[in-house]
RNA sequence: GCGGGUGUAGCUCAGUUGGUUAGAGUGCCAGAUUGUGAUUCUGGAGGUCGGGGGUUCGAGACCCCUCAUCCGCCCCA
């Protein structure tokens, strides 16, 4: 074979798709129940746009952008997440102008050039929602709820929300200090880019699965020791309006977030089906973000839902819709009778029937065995007899009952 | 980016210590009294054994490189 998809990118095959067009339908739906409406920006930006918003140190973009320079000599970026699009085109187009709240999501594809492993593509898909102007924790009560009732609707079950809060600047400098302090004697003993990355973001080191960084923070502080009394009553509300929601979560100290952007509120929805993949969507309080990149200040909190990993952990439930049905093949008993079936489907496809016929010529037997296989109801016969007599026998698929019938009598059979 | 496993027909897989024209199941196509989809029977098509190089009289098996994929690490969706 002499082309193959690119490593890290995959088909969906129209076996898959309904189960991706599910997915994605869902998430427009509750959105919608919510007021959230669609905003579908580029894949394509800025290479600094996203270098600003997500910060130097963070592995998507010191190691995980899918960059290149254009014929124009501009260093693009192909999208590794949706919050800094969004929010750039928010401010581009002023939509804070219209009053209260903007309340936005999207879908579509990410790019992070990282190396390839299930549940983990070069080419990955998320859904995401971002909620603009209000800092109240009933905003992150309601993005988080909204993700949770999405994951609900796809019939997943048994999920665990994790949530925490990493307060504001100056909490997290006194906190990664203390970190450091801690970790001070396993860090001597490490590589020097080992110890740099963990002097530039001693957070990172909170959610490493390495045995030696466990067991090197043990008794550690945490984070919530450092809050600012506005960040811990921030965080305190939004527990009591989670426990109203009827949400079971569960306070992790350990999840801090990828991205340099978010403030107070992180919150992560985990999987067992996903093996080292565990997550199945992150999110938390950017409130920083906007004026980082020229806007006035805006509080804002949002979320991204990895499509590819929800998809895995349906799979493992087993939580798939049923699909729909095809309505009819036409079967040519005679060669002659081809001109006519096509008439009869022109008719039923304007009625909204979609139909199948055979293109290739095939004989009888044939293209029932089509019939069979593509899953229609009825199979609508058109012979010799028919024809003479202005009929067409309707046979239903399933019981393999027929009967010849007035063609218009066949066609209402059909539709109806 | 690092470590390990896997790669033979559309799909799931056999293939002995290297030895003739590489197999099975399933799927696909055709036929079994010329107007009927299951099953059954018969026949057929389909593989540069992931790709390239090397060792050898001889490689699907052994060695090197490469590509893809899976598992773990880093990190995250």
């Known amino acids: 074979m002499k082309f193959q998809a690119q490593r890290g990118t995959h088909d969906v095959l129209p076996v898959d798709a309904p189960k991706w067009r599910f997915v994605e339908e869902t998430w427009r739906r509750v959105c919608g129940l919510y007021g959230y409406e669609e905003i579908r ?25 899918y960059d290149f320079t254009d014929k124009g000599g501009r260093h693009i970026a192909l999208r590794p997440e949706g919050t800094a699009p969004v929010v750039r085109a928010y401010l581009e187009h002023s939509l804070a102008s219209a009053g209260g709240p903007v309340k936005l999501f999207y879908i579509g594809p990410m790019f992070r050039y990282g190396r390839p492993q299930k549940g983990r593509m070069r080419q990955l898909h998320q859904t995401g929602l971002e909620c603009l102007g209000p800092a109240t924790p009933e905003a992150d009560a309601e993005v988080i709820e909204v993700t949770v009732r999405f994951y609900e609707a796809i019939g997943l079950e048994g999920l665990t929300v994790l949530v925490n809060s990493i307060g504001r600047q100056e909490a997290r400098a006194r906190f990664g200090e203390a970190v450091l302090r801690q970790l001070a004697g396993w860090l001597a003993d490490q590589p ?63 999840i801090v977030r990828g991205l340099d952007y978010y403030t107070d509120t992180v919150f992560e ?32 909190v949002g979320v991204g839902i990895g499509i590819e990993r929800a998809l895995i952990a349906m799979e493992a439930a087993e939580a798939w819709p049923t699909s729909g049905r095809v309505g009819a093949y036409l079967v040519a008993a005679t060669d002659s009778a081809r001109v006519p079936l096509r008439s009869l489907a022109r008719e039923l496809r304007s009625a909204g029937v979609s139909c199948l016929a055979d293109l290739d010529g095939r004989g009888l037997k044939a293209q029932f065995k089509q019939a069979d296989r593509s899953g229609a109801c009825w199979a609508l016969i058109l012979g010799e007899d028919e024809m003479a007599g202005g009929t067409v026998t309707v046979k239903n698929l399933e019981s393999g009952q027929q009967e010849s019938l007035p063609r218009a009598e066949a066609v209402a059979r059909v539709v109806g």
């Open 192 to 254: 020097p880019e080992a110890r740099e990355r963990a002097e530039k973001n001693p957070m990172r080191l909170l959610d490493s699965k390495d045995p030696d960084v466990k067991a090197a923070l043990e008794g550690a502080p945490t984070i919530g020791e450092f809050l600012e009394p506005e960040s811990r009553e921030h965080f305190d509300r939004l527990c009591g309006l989670l426990d109203e929601a009827g949400i079971r979560y569960r306070l992790d100290p350990g």
């Open 269 to 300: 929805v985990q999987s067992d089906a996903l093996g080292a993949q565990s997550s199945l969507c992150g999110g938390g309080r950017y409130d920083g973000l906007v004026a980082e990149l020229g806007g006035p200040s805006t509080p804002a």
């Open 41 to 65: 920006t580029p894949i394509f930006e800025d290479f600094e746009l996203f270098a600003r918003t997500s910060g130097e140190t963070s592995d998507i973009v010191s190691k995980e952008m």
